[in-house]
């Protein structure tokens, strides 16, 4: 029995060395006669004894015919975006932005090729695969670790040593463009649909239910960035060779930079360059390569600071205008969209692209009929840049924008100021209506489960739900629903169930679901954590509303016309009766012990224990108030290293406090009510 288990530990670690040297190093050590030799053999043994089965032995990587359903799981880390670049110089400009962030201090950027497949992270405990999640939404994704498995480039089980005992590790899942000919000629063949670029085909089969058909597909995988608490290294870089080292497939384009000038060679290489690679690219990625000060520059709420894409140049193409409509949204501005005859653009058909509003009509002369320029920003959305004007047909009419609401007819109005055409009628105008809704329930914002965009036009259709506080009488309506094709039981209990759990979601998101005109969700929480409750919302006025970080007069005098609204009164009032959150926790109003109540209270320099954004977080979490300039009127500076000289000049000068760093960290574990600092001597 011992000899049967060294002999398929051997086996397996024999051919997940073989599947390295094939899939990853591309320089494969053994005939593919004798590597199926010994898969045989192992298959034989692992049969002989199914005691010493493993779920992530070679011989599994062919996938299995039972189909599985996804399950969700949040991630640990939320998945944000890259903020996109699309010019030499706004590289540039995100390089000068660094270098303020980091106050001069020196810094080394990497360059990396950017693959176009689908998002990834995979988490490893003691060396061993354990989980294989999507991007889905950023906070949460699908659990895809049987189709994973399928993957041969990806490691099951990791090699060398010096990984630490838990870690997350996030890529790309792409299918090659000899897989992707591959695949289509063979969906050619059987008269089926052929996929329109490698990377919906590689995010297609990725969520396949079987298995089987995902390892036959040959997808592969690209990784570019390690997360955890024990990694081998203070830099993006060195992480990215270590988990080389244990058999990680990363980005071969991978390069060290320091200058500007470099980064703009960089790029104007890999314009070219880029169409002899193996994968589909969109573009490059750059990333400040210290950990530390990654922590520093800290995130925005969709991106960090310290990375952002360049998209190599949008592919342009020309086809006919068919006709233009125009679509309402929950704001009630009036959208013109181009519908064109379908042309192939970067991969992907094109048949629709938006105009935005009447001025760019003009701009651009658009006429019935004319054939149109169009392009895809950052390859991705579709955008019309000009007229063939020698195409053009003689005697053809100009496009005239609407003048009433093509939904409701009501008449449109142009706000002072405003590029965009408005329908008035919000209370009365069915997409208006539907897509606050939508937005109400959205993930963002009050997280109902069960309600997208084709279930609230349903609910809004039949009468059911006409405003959000309709959903917290939903149940009232359960015997007609299910007497509705395609509503089942199931189906309105998920939603039941999610409108009852959102009456915890916190009162920032509560505030941010109202959609009221241009507060958007990181204002909403500044005006959540500023006022505390809904009634000082509701009675602030201008002046109070503009004293909070970040609202203008136009924000301002949005959120007093919104609540000025007898209907929207109404309706807060009907979901402050519903059970939802119109206040902040006790904890968040009082700070947690009031540490820092009525406390004005700046940062300035790097840090290295937390980002910035974490210690304004804590600021706030503890009663203070973060403020961007020091007066007579700041109570104490959180500094850090390489604190600006003019603050700590003007510190000086007016004899306001430092604190470091420790002190503060020190401040919060006590928890103190009342904290005495003395006063830093200044040189």
Known sequence: MDTAKRQIDQLRKELNKHNYNYYVLNQPTISDYDFDMKMKELERLEQAHPEFDDPYSPTHRVGSDI????????????????????????????????????????????????????????????????????????????????????????????????????????????????????????????????????????????????????????????????????????????NMMAARSWGFKIAPVMSLMTTIKEVDEFIEYWDVKRKELPMATDGLVFKINSLRQQLNLGFTAKSPRWATAYKFQAERALTKLKFVSFEVGRTGVVTPVANLEPVLLSGTIVKRASLHNEDIIRQLDIHEDDMLYVEKGGEIIPKITGVDMAQRQPGSNIVEFVKACPVCGTKLVRMEGEAAWMCPNKFGCAPQISGRIEHFVGRRMMNIDGIGEEMAVILYKNGWVCD???????????????????????????????????????????????????????????????????????????????????????????????????????????????????????????????????????????FSMHSRDEYKEMIERYGGKNVGSVSKKTDFILAGENMGPSKLEKAKSLGVQLIDEETFLSMLSNNACTFKIEVQKFR
């Open 468 to 606: 959000p506080a309709d959903l917290y009488e939903l149940d009232r309506h359960r015997e007609s629903m299910l007497k509705l094709q395609g509503m089942g039981p199931r189906t309105i209990e998920r939603m039941l169930e999610g409108i009852k759990a959102s009456k915890q979601v916190p009162f920032d998101r509560v505030l941010y679901a109202l959609s009221i005109p241009y507060l958007g969700e990181t204002s909403s929480k500044k005006v959540a954590r500023s006022l505390r409750n809904i009634d000082a919302v509701i009675s602030a006025d201008v002046d109070t509303l503009c004293a909070i970080e970040d609202i203008g007069p136009r924000i301002a005098q949005s959120i007093i016309d919104y609540f000025n609204n007898p209907v929207n009164r109404v309706i807060v009032d009907r979901l402050r009766n519903a059970g939802l959150q119109m206040a902040m926790p006790e904890s968040a109003q009082s700070g947690q012990g009031n540490l820092f109540a009525g406390k004005s209270i700046v940062i300035s320099g790097t």
């Open 67 to 238: 189909s599985k359903g996804f399950v969700q799981w949040v991630h640990k880390r939320s998945m944000l975006s890259l903020s996109n670049t699309y010019s030499i110089s706004e590289v540039e400009d995100f390089i000068r932005r660094v270098n303020e962030g980091l106050m001069g201090e020196p810094f080394q950027i990497v360059g990396e090729m950017k693959y176009d497949g689908t998002s990834i992270s995979l988490t490893y405990e003691h060396g061993r695969l354990v989980r294989a999640v999507t991007r889905g939404d950023g906070t949460q994704g699908d659990v895809v670790t049987d189709n994973v498995i399928t993957i041969r480039s990806i490691p099951l089980q990791l090699q060398g040593e010096g990984w630490p005992d838990e870690f997350e590790i996030r890529g790309e899942i792409v299918l090659p463009w000899n897989a992707f000919d591959r695949l289509n000629a063979e969906r050619e063949f059987n008269e089926e649909p052929l996929f329109a670029n490698p990377r919906n085909a590689a995010a297609g089969t990725l969520k396949l239910q079987n298995s089987a058909e995902v390892a036959r597909r040959g997808l592969d995988a690209v990784f570019y960035y390690l997360l955890g608490d024990n990694l081998p290294a203070d830099n993006h870089y060195d």
